[in-house]
């Protein structure tokens, strides 16, 4: 059986059983690690491609999902006579009191027509601000086959887990600091009382020119030197030397530690729990990076520990960002 009539007829039980079910749109690239985490998790697939991936019900959030459904509703629009299906499902979609944003998992021609037909919420680049005030009501709809799927919650809050920045081209040193700013501007970050950070594996300065506009002071440390263009900014002190061979009385001032440092996750894990029991550090934002697939069990000893969670960012790559925040 081709996919097209699989898809079908497994659409056609679900929309006949009424049965709840969740669609999750995978990290582009990363649908095999959703998949593995679903197992793990031990949540029913119920159909799969490699943009939407359909699951019964849970209440689980995943590391891998751009972006969660949450219990669906499925309409059959089917060829019928004078197209009453289709008409119907357009009469449903200009009902919602505010506009739809559309995720295309495959060709569809009954979905181009329905688009013609409905007001859409049009895809844009975020302007960077913290905390960003965002929040545009709007419901979600794909269509598989001959059916539309339909959700008014969610979980995302710009649409689709879309966050695409209008980027600042000449000040960044790296393209790493799209990282940070899509914590402070959509997973709302933020660092109180503007307090002193270090920074390890620093250079050549991308989460450091983000920093340097939230914290008091940034002190960071790489073997090599940041970049020239961030050497006048006052807030900022590096020091030359081994990330993971710091005397922690110079850093009694500081409460937050960030890490984009490239090493294995059991290094990090190391790096952190040290910090955890010798300083002032209480607070973390780290990047754990993968060589291959991701290592759940090493995710586990992170998640452990207190006030913390494990988010795949938009701007991740085969990664992850931990975050503990205990302010």
């Given amino acids: 059986m081709d996919y097209c009539r699989l898809h079908k007829k497994l659409l056609h039980n679900i929309y006949i059983s009424g049965q709840n079910f969740d669609l999750h749109i995978p990290f582009h690239g990363f649908q095999h690690e959703l998949v593995r985490e679903l197992k793990l998790k031990s949540i029913p697939i119920i159909l799969e491609t490699s943009r939407a991936i359909l699951t019964k019900h849970s209440l689980d959030d995943l590391i891998w999902s751009q972006d969660k459904w949450s219990d669906c509703k499925i309409l ?7 197209n009453k ?10 009902s919602q009191p505010c506009f739809g944003v559309y995720h295309q998992i495959e060709v569809n021609k009954t979905s181009d027509r329905i688009l013609k037909k409905i007001k859409s919420l049009p895809m844009k680049r975020i302007t960077y601000q913290p905390n960003h005030p965002f929040d545009f009501k709007f419901y979600v709809w794909t269509m598989i086959s001959d059916y539309l799927i339909f959700n008014q919650q969610p979980k995302q809050r710009f649409p689709l887990g879309w966050h695409e920045f209008n980027e600042d081209k ?6 790493a600091y799209l990282k940070l700013w899509e914590l402070f501007a959509v997973h709302k970050l933020t660092l109180q009382n503007h307090p002193q950070a270090i920074e390890i594996g620093a250079s050549p300065g991308g989460w450091t020119w983000v920093l340097s506009q939230h914290a008091a002071a940034v002190h960071t440390v790489d073997r ?14 590096h020091k030359i030397g081994d990330a993971f061979k710091l005397k922690i009385s110079d850093y009694e001032k500081c409460t937050w530690l960030f890490s984009d440092l490239i090493c294995t996750p059991e290094k990090m894990f190391e790096t952190v729990c040290f910090w955890l029991e010798h300083s002032q550090v209480q607070n973390f934002i780290c990047t754990i990076k993968f060589k291959g697939e991701c290592d759940f069990d090493i995710l586990k000893k992170f998640q452990a520990i207190p006030n913390s969670k494990i988010v795949h960012l938009y701007q991740n790559k085969n990664e992850v960002t931990w975050i503990r925040q205990n302010d």
Wanted: hydrophobic residues 30%; charged residues 35%; glycine residues 0%.
């Fill in 76 to 82: 059959n629009c089917e060829d019928s006579i004078e």
């Fill in 85 to 94: 299906n289709e008409k119907d499902a357009v009469h449903f979609l200009k």
């Fill in 170 to 175: 000449v000040t960044p040193p790296s393209r």
């Fill in 224 to 237: 090599a030197d940041l970049d020239p263009k961030l050497k006048s900014v006052e807030n900022i002190h």
